[in-house]
């Protein structure tokens, strides 16, 4: 069965750390651009880190850039995303997608993961005293 599959998210104080994970299975990542994606309720969907297949090229959006830290392991077809100093604007769902072929790692988070081959089903991420 090949899919996304998310896992890490949960409730954290203000301050905290949480580390995402996005296993792929039934294709390999080593060749897709692959990138955390959130949606808050009421808000757009927005690109939060992205990384490249062969160059590990990264991208952060403003917001998360010194907190964040993207990472994947083609060995283990993992993605990881570190969360630090969290902030209760960081609340939202938290997706995985890939993008097979030499996009950007920064034109695809900027186009939100809208051009995207799979998706995961998202994990609920919760900053709050």
């Known amino acids: 069965q090949v899919q996304l599959l998310e896992s890490g998210g949960g409730l954290v104080q203000p301050g905290g750390s949480l580390r995402l994970s996005c296993a792929a299975s039934?294709?390999?990542?080593?060749?897709?651009?692959i990138g955390w994606f959130r949606q808050a309720p009421g808000k757009q969907r927005e690109g939060v880190s992205c990384i490249g297949g062969r160059d590990g090229n990264t991208y952060y959006t403003d917001s998360v850039k010194g907190r964040f830290t993207i990472s994947r392991d083609n060995t283990k077809n993992t993605l990881y995303l570190q969360m630090n100093s969290l902030k209760p604007e960081d609340t939202a769902v938290y997706y995985c997608?890939?993008?097979?072929?030499?996009?950007?790692?920064?034109?695809?988070?900027?186009?939100?993961?809208?051009?995207?081959?799979?998706w995961g089903q998202g994990t609920q991420v919760t900053v709050s005293s």
């Open positions: 997608a890939a993008l097979r072929g030499g996009v950007a790692p920064v034109l695809f988070c900027l186009d939100s993961g809208f051009a995207h081959d799979y």
């Open positions: 039934g294709f390999s990542l080593d060749d897709y651009v």
